[in-house]
């Protein structure tokens, strides 16, 4: 397959035809925000943290989705760009309840540390409130509904590698939730299966599982320990945070097969 070269940032940059410009520059260690992009899912470019300015086009193209293209001139980090990325960090804040100071989550959220990376001291709209449902019914995985900003990775993950197509999307417009098997509360669910992708994914405070909320952050843990999962016969690899002697959460690795 044949490369094809662009200047990004004003660093010359080689990418293999197909590949997007946020692909072409993570080869070349230049930095681009995401939050629903995520390695090994579709992308789809709902989030638009990823907008780029390429010269010649007057709008603004998610990086994610965009074609890397010969000759191109791209350019991620013009105070528009900053500007526009920070008014959509203060509208996320401002449509669900996304106060750290109370979420499980806090300093091992995404949305978290963007806000802190582009210096959002403050949200200049006014915050809606509305009071979302938290599902409790699981034994296993809660989702709070409060603290989701509609990324669609749970949505993705469940389908594009469980292969279990649990999770997906009703309502309309600010009513815009997750449902499982179209319409049921987690618990209730008949295609779940208890895997917890979804959670691992989750870039806020929206998934999380029962059995590891508040043990810890991955920052906080003291080793990380690869293993096989023993609750059935698939041998999926697992990564598992330890801290101070006890297992602090478990995460599947991305290639969760046997062979790898």
């Known amino acids: 397959m044949s490369d094809i070269t662009l200047v990004i940032d004003g660093i010359e940059c080689r990418a293999a035809k197909g590949e997007t410009i946020l692909q072409a520059a993570g ?100 915050f809606l409130y509305e009071p979302f449902h938290n599902d409790a019914s699981d034994p296993n995985i809660q989702m709070d509904h409060n603290r989701c900003i509609l990324c669609l990775r749970c949505i993705r993950v469940c389908a594009e590698k469980v292969g279990a197509h649990t999770l997906d999307l009703e309502k309309r417009g600010w009513a815009t939730n997750i449902t499982a098997d179209l319409g049921k509360e987690l618990g209730e669910s008949d295609t779940c299966v208890s895997c917890g992708a979804c959670a691992q994914v989750c870039p806020t405070g929206t998934i999380t599982l029962r059995d590891f909320v508040y043990r810890g952050r991955r920052t906080d843990c003291d080793d990380q320990v690869e293993s096989i999962c023993p609750l059935c016969s698939m041998g999926c690899r697992i990564k598992a945070y330890v801290r101070t002697g006890s297992v602090a959460r478990v995460e599947g690795l991305s290639a969760a097969s046997p062979d790898g």
């Not at 090994?40 to 709008?59: A, D, F, H, Q, Y």
């Not at 000759?71 to 980090?77: R, S």
Request: proline residues 5%; aromatic residues 8%.
């Open 27 to 126: 080869k070349h260690d230049i930095y681009i925000p995401t939050l629903c992009w995520m390695e090994g899912l579709t992308p789809i470019g709902s989030c638009r943290m990823c907008v780029v300015e390429v010269e010649g086009n007057p709008k603004l193209l998610t990086a994610c989705t965009t074609p890397a293209e010969n000759g191109m001139k791209v350019h991620t980090k013009t105070e528009k760009l900053k500007q526009y990325r920070l008014q959509i960090l203060e509208l996320l804040f401002a449509g669900r309840n996304h106060f750290c100071m109370f979420c499980s989550q806090t300093g091992d959220c995404e949305l978290q540390r963007l806000a802190i990376e582009h210096g959002m001291d403050r949200v200049r709209y006014p």
